[in-house]
């Protein structure tokens, strides 16, 4: 692939980012930790709490930061790279124990878990996509915005990971993290942002903490930034594109 094939624009009309380890998108990109500190997530009350994941938790919490018009809520896209990694552990661990699992724990394992739990929380009947695997920031992204454009109507993309538990031996990354971005059509005031499927090499390892913090900065800034978002096809990496808020004016 030699070209670049944009895809946009579309308007951010909100953004919120959550991590365990740092206070902000501005203390993550600066490397300025705190103690691990759990989402509030107060979406959710009494027993829609029990059992809740962490990724879950995570979701909500910069869901309901973000705000969408509860009179009228929006089409919503989750994006995870490992789902409900470490309700999983526990399922494993437990069943290899006890032989038996918790039923209520089993229900809330899936990968659209989070989904489920933020649309009855918030009354919601709009439709939800959950996206997921090694490629589900770009994925969640492109499948956010060509909902946009091709209703012109708001689109939540809400996207969070937590840490992979030691036992599957996967990447290490001791922060939770999570970001929210309400989108919406390029006629709507916002920021302005496009998406671009540009060519490049297979990123071995993204970094989430890093790619989620950048864009929830630049949300939120008038500079001109590009965030890659990592592999979307053989060859091809997706890229956000925002221009300076003077260029998009």
């Known amino acids: 692939m030699t070209s670049v094939t944009t895809i946009g624009p579309v308007q951010i009309l909100g953004a919120a980012f959550f991590s365990t380890h740092h ?11 705190r103690p691990f500190t759990p989402p509030a997530y107060p979406l959710l009350v009494a027993r829609a709490r029990r059992f809740t994941s962490l990724v879950t938790q995570m979701h909500i919490e910069v869901c309901g930061a973000v705000s969408p018009d509860r009179a009228d809520p929006p ?32 229900a809330l394992s899936v990968h659209n878990t989070a989904s489920g739990v933020y649309s009855v929380a918030t009354g919601s009947r709009a439709a939800t996509t959950t996206v997921t695997g090694a490629n589900a920031i770009a994925a969640g992204w492109l499948e956010a915005s060509l909902v946009v454009q091709q209703t012109e109507r708001p689109v ?9 538990p030691a036992v599957f031996c996967g990447p290490v990354a001791p922060a939770g993290v999570a970001a929210a971005f ?25 970094d989430l903490l890093q790619v989620l913090a950048r864009g929830a900065q630049a949300a939120k800034r008038p500079e001109a930034a590009t965030v890659a978002l990592g592999r979307i096809q053989p060859g091809a990496v997706l890229e956000l594109r925002f221009p300076s808020a003077e260029a998009s004016a």
Do not use: K, N, Y
Request: hydrophobic fraction near 50%.
């Open 75 to 106: 089409m919503a896209v989750f994006a995870t790279c490992h789902g409900e990694i470490q309700t999983a552990e526990r399922l494993i661990a437990d069943f290899r124990e006890a032989r038996a699992v918790s039923s209520a724990r089993f």
């Open 182 to 206: 309400l989108l919406g059509a390029a006629s709507r005031a916002g920021r302005h942002v496009e998406l671009a499927i540009a060519p490049g090499l297979d990123d071995p390892e993204l």
């Open 23 to 33: 206070a902000s998108a501005e203390d993550a990109l600066a490397g300025r930790e």
């Open 156 to 164: 939540l993309l809400s996207i969070a990971d937590e840490p992979v």
